[in-house]
């Protein structure tokens, strides 16, 4: 959702996959004599030449600590790994761990591709985990996989061009596009970088208004509603007015390298994405790049609660070592690893002391906003919630539909995939 599609890992990442997932042979192991042995084939979906490096050291140190256990490492792209694995699943090919986005955990749960982690090695210390990350682990009761990483979404902005139209972070919409103005005028540069072929950059907008997509409680569809119109009308406002440039297709690549290169003074954006934004020309200097909460619009302020989970697949041949596998990579010294290096959220209490999460100043500014993001729908459907969204924000940005008829539209969408919603 929030990366580029890269066909060529696509095609590594299946070739791998059909010879090493956990519905072959060679998966097979388990304990010997209470040694942990035999294969674990991870799918990563993690961000490729930043993200994946640490992670995949993290895997080999795993290694070391259980000489006998291979950990095949796959980085799959992240916007083809929910379908992938479905497919993988649906044939008993799947890999024995899969990284998931939050929203995918409860529809693989739904579909018995997950094995339940309750009473397993896989939940050590589970009372240190963050509530609002475990929140999206559950299903109907059971737990299906264990937090690894927990995010939310911010304005990043750069300080020198700010300071150069002798303007600050813009707390709401308005201050935006007064910013905006004045950064074209004394720089000449666009003010804000709109991504428009992702619409979890759009919700944000529909928060800010006071909508949602659904009330899970009441099973209703909420976003046609006037709130969501509004919001519509907000984003498709800030690019028709010059605030904001967009585009309909390779939004992150075009948005990551505006902001790098400093075409445009700011974007909404996420932990995950500090590690590249740092390798910038404009930020070389990285006390550069500032970042504050995303603007509110004319009802609140709130950005989406957003994560992944490590899950094992149900039919892995070797549970045992999965189990273990979860635990290490979600402990509070992987964790740390992880703050440290890559400046990413835990999910875990204890590893906001370790001195790797506590030196980071993004893990200091965003751990507060987690703390009052925007749940999502932890529904079967909620990734699904996202393509018909797509289709219409992209639309109302590129002036092909109206704020009124993509709502509607979104919502009609809505209630054919939620069956007895209202």
């Known amino acids: 959702m929030r990366r580029g599609i890269t066909a060529t890992a696509l095609v590594a990442a299946l070739a791998l996959a059909a010879t090493a997932c956990g519905g072959d042979g060679e998966s097979g192991g388990g304990k010997s004599s209470g040694e942990l042995s035999g294969t674990v084939t991870w799918w990563d979906t993690s961000s490729p030449g930043s993200e994946d490096k640490v992670f995949k050291k993290l895997a080999e140190g795993f290694e070391k600590k259980h000489p006998k256990v291979d950990v095949k490492y796959v980085n799959v792209p992240f916007g083809e790994a929910q379908n992938n694995f479905k497919n993988a699943a649906e044939t008993g090919d799947a890999p024995d761990v899969i990284r998931s986005e939050v929203a995918w955990t409860p529809d693989f749960a739904s579909l018995s ?8 090695p896989a939940l ?9 990350a475990v929140a999206s682990t559950k299903y109907e009761g059971k737990t299906y996989a264990v937090p690894q ?16 139209a002798g303007v600050e972070a813009p707390a709401n919409l308005d ?35 006071g909508g949602d997509l659904v009330d899970a409680g009441s099973r209703t569809v909420t976003v046609d509603k006037p709130e969501g119109v509004k919001a519509f009308k907000a984003v498709k406002e800030l690019v028709d007015d010059g605030t904001a440039k967009t585009d309909a297709s390779d939004g992150w690549e075009n ?15 996420g932990p995950w994405a500090v590690a590249d934004t740092l390798t910038g020309e404009e930020f070389t200097d990285k006390d550069n790049l500032g970042i504050a909460p995303v603007p509110a619009g004319s009802a609140a302020q709130g950005a989406p609660q957003g994560g992944h989970n490590l899950a094992v697949y149900s039919a892995s041949k070797n549970l045992d070592a999965s189990y273990a596998f979860v635990e290490y990579m979600t402990s509070v010294e992987a964790q740390a690893t992880a703050a440290g290096e890559l400046n990413l959220l835990p999910t875990r209490h204890s590893a906001y002391a370790k001195k790797q999460a506590v030196n980071s100043e993004i893990v200091g500014f965003f751990k507060p906003i987690v703390e009052t993001a925007v749940e999502r729908p932890w529904i079967p459907e909620g990734g699904s919630l996202f393509e018909p969204l797509r289709v219409e924000y992209t ?23 939620l069956k007895d919603w209202k």
């Open 255 to 269: 948005m990551m390298q505006s902001f790098k290169n400093g075409d445009v003074a700011m974007m909404i954006n």
């Open 124 to 132: 050590k210390n589970q009372d240190d985990f963050l509530d609002q």
């Open 113 to 120: 591709y997950l094995a339940p982690l309750d009473g397993t």
């Open 175 to 209: 201050e935006l596009k007064s910013a905006a103005k004045k950064i074209k005028e004394k720089t000449g540069k666009t003010g804000l970088y709109l991504r428009g072929d992702d619409p979890y950059f759009f919700l944000s907008f529909l928060y800010g208004e």
């Open 149 to 164: 990483v927990i995010d939310s979404m911010g304005i990043f902005y750069n300080k020198k061009l700010l300071e150069k």
């Open 395 to 417: 639309k109302v940005l590129t002036g092909q539909t109206t704020p009124e008829k993509a709502a509607k539209a979104t919502g009609d969408a809505y209630r054919k995939l």
